[in-house]
């Protein structure tokens, strides 16, 4: 880290300063410049050792030189992870496709879903057993009854199963019934669930909190692989912003850099980034042009008679007429559904 | 609800929505225009309605009449709610102070706070046991242990005790220690542990999420509410913009349309808000002059060695300086510490 | 417009609207609710009464039925817009490729750029002569001198002209020059220059602002139309946000709906988006993918000494690159260079 | 600046960067990491050279030391700068209230305004005669017609004018007509104009964009300063986030944060912050709680046929009401109107 004094800082406060991080095993080194002096500080623990040295007396600001996210970086890890969920590859040259429901609501409608989308290509079924809501009174989800039914549908359709966990206590629960972890958006700093998800077998999908930026995103995942689970997949489900016309704002500049300075794999949800499902097709090409390794859409079989997120979702041919969409463009990026 | 069709819809998309509303139990009220139809639905389960008429064919908008939120509205209790915490009473003439470190880290640091801050007239000592921090490479707090030395600490020094809880099975071990029950601003929408306070006898800070808007944060009180819990009292503690030069923006207009909306106290968090340990006088005055009913205040006896946030946490002399600096606005404000 | 009256609101308030809003022209239909009155307002100059209603005593909210845009919207004009720039065509089948560097410098930087690009498939060639900057002591364009150099050398390669005016008394002086006016983004709310261009003849790119929402972002472009100038293209280049690894945020799902919502045709500028040159190819993806009809890209012989933006300038290895990276995604799409 | 090299710059590269620092005449000071290279370079040009540093092959990052303000900058001049206009004082101890309509529609307005505010306690007159509306449809102001009817009715009740100019050759126009120049929010960046008023005699009111950062404000004060013209009083009337419940949000931190970098004097405008008449007292009393000089109000006689901004506009009583409760609080932050 860099260390750059106030200009009214003190020969003493200098000289504290340095002591401090020679006492937490860094090296030092001093630029005294006319207007003011500057420290940088070399060593491994110099980023979890930052909010420290700026609370010393005369420092001004203190500016990292190295990403705190150690696990989740391409530095630690130049090689891109592959992530095996069921029969389906996150990370490779296939372009992994999930959908279904956004809330599990019962047999048929799961059980046609899944026969639809695995005959359309995709090879995980979501389906909300647990639904965090913003309304306490809106529906919560049908909980371990939607997890028996999910788990049921996707042996018969041969498809894997990703559904959301809320809370700590349910992650062994849901791991029964589930082939991969889903941590949502309003929970990526939840970090009791973080770490209880790090000590599972299963792979996680981490979605990326609505105003978290690509670092914090990154440190989230450090949480999970930090506890000895690296099948983490990323994804990019958009941000909020003072734009009102979508729900939110997909950043799609996010999964290249991701993709950059991480070896993780990166997805995108078009449908939450939209809330519109008239804009899931134009979000899903820009997500996958942009680099994205697959996508999350949400797909019903009556979008108006659904319990959550209905406007955002898509009906059978809609689902068809995406995936015949994003065709031409998988095989001009080299990639394959 | 007021539910906008497209210019497109066909009669039969509006006779349907009509049917669909009163199939639920809503009134309905038909209004033909030249350019659109629109339908106003009356009646209280409009809010959790709302997604699924906002998902059937033919409807462009849907808007909502009625605020989402009912236990935490003041239409549902028009005076003022007053949550008792020790001797402190929030929402009332009395500007309740909590202060005290980031984190517990030994006897000394929070004992001699605990002492400072008393005389100086702070009723709450904080100080945080279970700490959600960005990073997993950094401090964690020191969990149980924590706890049994801030109960003691208190104790001793005739302050009540709030201190953050951040997974729900640890609600019941942290209710023993404490005298109020913290929830982060990461944690705002983490509805398992939301419902778990709900069920706790003791009063609930909630802080607003970084990126929470106003009705947000309400049914997040809502969520606690329902499950039988009325002593909460809001937290605003600055939200996630473009601007780099603070750590996060205080949103003094919410405390005012908090307390305009919700019969909830209202206080502010200054440290947080700003990052800026110069900056914590003028917001502090700043939330009190929009009508924040208290602060919650980082104190630590040597910010310069603090585990975490000591570039934002005040020392006693600071602290003393800005109980000084607030006493003549609190007279002029008609309020009292 | 839809009116919603406060729940407190009088008889005689709910007259006294009505009564304002048939004196304006307007149709009026009653809804009287339980909870609250509801009036609907139908007619053609609703948008701009609405900030007139909103203020009448008794009133809670104000809420917009029609889009404020007329002329840029595809209500008025349902078929796409063809502007033509000198042998290119924006909104039709070809993928319009603008390049070129920040700022004129001189003769041997343009001209080596011009002819690169035009080699490479760009058919517009950009460059500043009014260069807005955020610090009065950085170069701010070789203004006349700038204009007459790259009319030269885009008349030797055969490329058309786009240049930044940035002073409505500058408008004149800029046409003679270019074949095509930009606006940027900091003067997309500039009206006095708006209108300015909107007299010109030539036609107009018309920059988001970096706080825009889609909605202003064509009720600027309305601002133009309105004098009689039709001919305006639109160039999404990077909203702000809270992420600060990039510049902006590349918002692509605002490409797709000002697409859906406007008939006038969409580009992106992803060097000015990202801020970042290893983002150019992914983000210029992205925005094709997404529906755009053209780019907007920074080129420069030598970006490393570039007098502005030299870090998200490409060289010309890099912008063979990434023309070569967009060929199969724009066969894929069914557009052409 | 310092120069952060990426983990792969070559040994050339890094001499390259010193060769180019120094042949800009600035110091440079190599510390070569274990994992980095870094370049501290000392010099009063370093911030304008950043963009250019920011390009050279190898360079990762490039942080700034010192702030790009010199001429607004408490560096520069580290007392506080009075401003005057007619009989008030900006940046003393007096509180300066300018109030008035948001545009100027008839004498009669203007005039019954101006008695009430002027015997209220208001020093100086605000009204729009030339209007920067969303819409082109929206009134744009009465224009020269506007600015003789306030000159008039200024010089009738003894206050002081203050009004908005649009357009760099209006700028002469407004100067004869009033007593202080205003740029408006959406003109912060209109480089044309800032340098415009900068050669004018008059002192100027520089709104702060809506997204523009605080260091990006300070760089617009200083392109009127580096024309000339000292004279400049900051205005914070709330930046645009995600909230929506609020027309922007108030930024006090910027104002205290303003106050601490500049000398410049520092007023609010709680009517553009919240767009909210309810919320004008609260935020006018957190402003000045926060440090600001003086408010900026809107005020019409009959806000319920006002032209623009009827919504948050005071009627006189309401006005009234404002001043008094700003009263006491003034006294205990020992100012005075």
Known sequence: ??????????????????????????????????????????GD??????????ALAGVERVIPILKPFKLASRDFQPESTLVQVGAAVFG??????????????????????????????????RGGAFKPRTSPYSFQGLKSEGLKL???????????????????????????????????????QNYALLQEVGRAKL???????MAAT????????EYIMKEGNYQVVLCERGIRTFETA??????????????EWSHLPVIADPSHASGRRNLVLPLARAALAAGA???????HPHPETALSDGAQSLDFAQFDAVIKGLTPLLTALGRRL
Chains 1, 2, 3, 4 share one sequence.
């Open 45 to 54: 623990r110099s980023p979890e050792l930052m909010p420290m040295v700026a």
């Open 214 to 221: 690509i670092e914090e995103w990154l440190m989230a995942a």
């Open 293 to 299: 390794d697959g996508l999350m859409v949400e797909v």
């Open 203 to 209: 792979p996680v999908l981490l979605k990326r909190g």
């Open 92 to 125: 490779g040259e296939e372009t992994v496709v999930i959908a279904g429901p956004c809330a599990i609501e019962d047999e048929e409608q799961l059980l046609s879903t899944a026969q639809h989308i695995k005959a359309a290509g995709a090879r995980l079924l």
């Open 1 to 42: 880290m860099i260390i750059i004094m106030s200009r009214e800082a003190s020969a003493e406060q200098v000289t504290r300063v340095q002591q401090q991080l020679r006492a937490s095993g860094l090296g030092v080194h001093l630029s005294q410049g006319v207007e003011r002096t500057i420290i940088g500080a070399i």
């Open 150 to 188: 999910i788990q049921e549908v996707a042996k018969e359709t041969g498809l894997a199963v990703v559904t959301e966990v809320v809370s700590p206590h349910e992650v062994e629960l849901v791991a029964r019934y589930a082939q991969m972890l889903q941590i949502g958006a309003r929970n990526m």
């Open 246 to 259: 979508t729900r939110n704002t997909l950043d799609v500049s996010a999964i290249a850099l991701a993709k």
